[in-house]
């Protein structure tokens, strides 16, 4: 089946600086994607999400590009800071027609590490 | 916001399980999730108005249910060890809006 992936599975960075997390996805079909973080212990927590019709979505200190020709999507988070340390996780909707965003296909996730 | 209980459970293999859930009010979609240690969560099932509306690569034994008063239910029999993960329930204010989530019942099977 088609998944969703990640290339770097972790990311260190220092306090202050921008992050970029990146995705590959494989289901040229697939028309709705979403970020989520989860800290140790937690469930995962919405973060921002895109659909296909759009490039780019910006939302507080995070903005998600989206590349349909290569499949790429990407979260950027600005000034980034000690809390944002978590896996952050892509994931892209499966359900017929983009009708159900309920099912989501997963990556593996990146471990962001910020540094003080 | 999504609350489950147990937040830990221990079984043993062959048992049956019931994990609950409590979506946040007006939600009328549920969906049940496995996340297994260090990977991503994989869809179980989800419901929409008390009906089973998609499933994931999951035998049988996982069902589920979904109650009018915002709450739902995960239920698996004949427990095996593989099924050791964290099931995270998730719901949404409808089909096109993206699910939140609760913070899951660590389960453990021995």
């Known amino acids: 089946g088609e998944s969703v992936g990640l290339h770097l599975p972790t990311l260190s960075v220092q306090e202050g600086d921008n992050s970029i997390i990146n995705c590959a996805y494989s289901n040229s079909a697939s028309d709705y994607f979403i970020w989520y973080k989860q800290e140790s212990g937690k469930g995962p927590q919405f973060i921002i999400d895109i659909r296909s019709n759009m490039d780019k979505r910006q939302g507080q200190r995070v903005t998600v590009l989206l590349n349909k020709t290569v499949k790429h999507l990407s979260l950027q988070i600005a000034a980034t800071q000690p809390g944002d340390s978590a896996v952050y996780f892509c994931?892209?909707?499966?359900?017929?027609?983009?009708?159900?965003?309920?099912?989501?296909?997963f990556g593996q996730g990146t471990i962001l590490t910020v540094h003080p | 916001g999504v609350t489950q209980s147990p937040t830990h459970l221990i079984k043993t293999r062959g048992q049956q399980v019931t994990l609950r859930c409590s979506s946040q009010?007006?939600?009328?979609?549920v969906s049940w999730y496995q996340q297994a240690l260090g990977q991503g969560p994989q869809f179980i099932f989800q419901?929409?108005?008390?009906?089973?509306?998609g499933r994931g690569n999951f035998p049988p034994r996982f069902s589920g249910l979904q109650f009018p008063n915002d709450s739902s239910e995960l239920n698996v029999n004949a427990l095996e060890l593989d099924d050791s993960a964290l099931y995270l329930c998730?719901?949404?204010?409808?089909?096109?809006?993206?699910?939140?989530f609760g913070n899951g019942t660590r389960l453990t099977v021995t």
């Open positions: 994931a892209e909707n499966i359900g017929a027609g983009g009708t159900s965003y309920g099912k989501l296909t």
């Open positions: 009010s007006g939600h009328n979609t």
């Open positions: 998730a719901s949404s204010r409808d089909s096109n809006s993206p699910l939140h």
């Open positions: 419901y929409y108005r008390e009906e089973e509306n």
